[in-house]
């Protein structure tokens, strides 16, 4: 006989798919439509660089969209940076994707030949600037925006000009969108499209099973955590080979404890009120010593035995496969959250308006009761109550960012309508 609890799960999950069969087809995609994009061809400008795993994570992201929405579609990849095991993580998951940097002058010329379409990645404005304007002179050929922030820090008017005649822009937050329009940008469609590393999956169990065992985490029984400062400090990753940015060193060093403070309370409270225990990760390289600086060493030792410090790098695979193995993630950064919620687990955001207005987008998806402004200390009270809500109430939990989920996956399946549309 079915127990109740596997019958109200199946249930749910047909539910589900039902209802994700009804919006792909509501949006007219059929093995017909896709069959007619047959020798198409994308040329998709991203991967910036791989000291941030966010930063990987657009790529395989908006690869996996296009495979999914459009699989007789054949996608290269101009790259910025593939280095650092990038270009592998990328060929295991999708073994027939040509991949190339600038400097292979000649599949870049054959690619602007060969290729009907540039789509450039997402990302934290419009990286390739350069890159579309020259396919746009050279080829004449259409080009679209997919996920990108826009604001103060970053608009110009040759930018505003490119923008204006992409065949689309997807804004990967509410207030890049409006700011866009308020500067007169009038590309034919400009709409909210979510951050193209919602939907990641590259995984590597293998790798997060193995830590886990090492440092006696058990699964569904930790939470991650990730600390930052207000600025990134390039200068001290060596393959940069920056000078020191004083000003913004003084900022960092000024708000670290302001920044990281809840954090700390936050990890308390889940280690003395509830049986897990807690994972400080990094999203980028300067990430691991900051998380033994601010978060780990400032603890009371009854603390740290339930507390472990990742004392080393990763890349976006083993990482997403940790944090789908945790009760969930908090922090001061965006991309592991993000990742996190395309995968299905709960994430806290925290922001400062060092970050731009990315961190909004949190609020689109429907996740405000889980985005905290450092900025205003009003809002900094809710941070650890929220982090105690999400580790007590698990199926709440859960439930709230599957309503995400579902709510990011309908934009993504919009944003690729348009793109058919066009190939089309």
Not at 40 to 48: A, G
Request: proline share 4%; glycine share 6%.
């Amino acid at each position: 006989m079915i127990n109740r609890r596997f019958f109200v799960k199946s249930i749910s999950l047909i539910y589900s798919s039902l209802l994700a069969s009804l919006a792909y087809k509501a949006y007219g995609y059929s093995a017909d439509n896709s069959s007619r994009l047959k020798g198409k061809k994308i040329l998709l400008r991203s991967s910036w660089q791989t000291v941030n795993i966010g930063d990987i994570g657009h790529t395989p992201g908006v690869l996996h969209l296009l495979e999914k929405y459009m699989p007789d579609v054949e996608v290269r990849l101009w790259a910025g940076d593939v280095g650092n095991g990038v270009k592998e993580l990328l060929l295991k998951r999708f073994p027939k994707l040509e991949i190339f940097t600038s400097s292979n002058t000649d599949s870049v010329r054959r690619a602007f030949n060969e290729c009907d379409f540039l789509l450039h990645g997402s990302g934290p404005y419009l990286v390739a600037e350069k890159d579309v304007e020259k396919w746009k002179n050279e080829t004449g050929k259409p080009y679209g925006i997919y996920g990108i922030t826009y604001n103060e820090s970053n608009a110009s008017a040759n930018t505003n000009y490119l923008l204006s005649n992409a065949q689309f822009i997807f804004f990967r937050d509410s207030y890049s969108l409006n700011y866009a329009k308020s500067l007169g940008v009038n590309s034919k469609i400009m709409i909210f499209g979510p951050d193209g590393a919602f939907a990641v999956d590259t995984y590597n169990d293998k790798a997060a099973r193995s830590f886990l065992n090492e440092n006696q985490l058990e699964e569904g029984k930790f939470m991650c955590v990730i600390p930052r400062y207000r600025y990134t400090p390039y200068w001290l990753i060596p393959s940069k080979n920056l000078p020191i940015d004083s000003p913004k060193d003084a900022i960092n060093q000024a708000f670290k404890d302001h920044d990281h403070k809840a954090l700390r309370e936050a990890i308390i409270a889940v280690v003395t009120k509830t049986d897990l225990k807690i994972l400080i990760v990094p999203e980028d390289e300067t990430q691991v010593a900051i998380g033994k600086d601010i978060l780990y060493d400032p603890l009371p030792d009854e603390i740290k035995k339930r507390v472990v410090w990742r004392n080393k790098y990763w890349l976006t695979d083993e990482a997403i496969s940790t944090y789908k193995l945790s009760a969930g993630i908090f922090g001061n950064e965006m991309h592991s959250p993000i990742m996190s919620v395309g995968n299905g687990i709960p994430a806290i955001v925290c922001r400062f308006k060092e970050q731009t207005s990315k961190g909004i987008m949190w609020r689109d998806i429907g996740l405000g009761d889980w985005l905290f402004d450092l900025d205003v200390e009003k809002e900094i009270e809710g941070i650890v109550p929220a982090v105690l809500e999400m580790a007590q109430n698990p199926r709440k939990a859960k439930e709230k960012v599957n309503k995400a989920k579902q709510n990011v996956e309908n934009h993504q399946a919009e944003t690729m309508k348009v793109l058919i549309n066009l190939l089309n």
